[in-house]
């Protein structure tokens, strides 16, 4: 597929290909860790638009994409996956991707995309879009109550801001894995959301945890 997608956008008037990776990895190796002064070679210089997909091997198209932003504040990122679902959604806007296209997208579509995203757009397809604008809904700070969790669902949500997992949270909190996924109901409860991330993103941004 990405000899594919490289040959479409190649074979496209106005557009060159800098690069292909197989990994993140790769990717980071090869790029320069700031843009050159001067510009360069296409083989050295930092692409505008980058193209990336979440399940990769090794490190995750998530993570390479945390990583290239830090380098390259300025670098387009567009993910284009299989996964469409919340938390895949909003880890990758989170991480720094400006647009997020799933594998079935037509290549014009996906040609304007880029082309929408050089221009300073942020191309989704409908379906991503409105859950994007769901999600970002949610976690909007609360007008009038407060959040009303308990002192332990607190706890809980500062272990799952940390990375840990249920399994983890479960341990350093000296508590069964059953007692965990009850503080999660109450949590998603309270706080209107329906999946880890959105918990933990809703928990920062009301500063519930910092």
């Known amino acids: 597929m990405r000899e594919g997608l490289a040959t479409l956008i190649e074979g496209t008037p106005g557009f060159t290909i800098t690069g292909k990776y197989e990994s993140m990895e ?15 070679s296409d083989a050295s210089r930092v692409p505008d638009v980058l193209l ?3 399940e990769l091997p090794g490190m995750s198209g998530t993570d390479g994409v945390r990583q290239l932003r830090a380098r390259h504040p300025d670098l387009q990122i567009l993910m284009l996956t299989v996964y469409g679902d919340n938390d895949h959604i909003f880890e990758a806007i989170c991480a720094g991707a400006s647009g997020y296209l799933l594998k079935d997208t037509p290549p014009p579509r996906l040609i304007e995309a880029i082309r929408e995203l050089h221009e300073g757009g942020a191309p989704m397809t409908p379906d991503v879009a409105r859950k994007a604008i769901t999600m970002f809904q949610k976690i909007a700070p609360p007008r009038e109550e407060a959040h009303r969790l308990s002192p332990r669902e607190v706890e809980l949500l500062r272990h799952l801001a940390d990375g840990h997992s249920y399994k983890t949270a479960a341990d350093a909190m000296s508590v069964s894995i059953d007692t965990i996924r009850f503080h999660i109901r109450n949590i998603y409860e309270k706080l209107h959301v329906h999946s880890k991330s959105e918990a933990v993103i809703a928990a920062l941004r009301r500063g519930i945890v910092r």
């Open 26 to 40: 790769s990717a980071l190796a090869a790029l320069p860790a700031s843009a050159p002064a001067g510009g360069g």
């Open 52 to 54: 990336a997909d979440i």
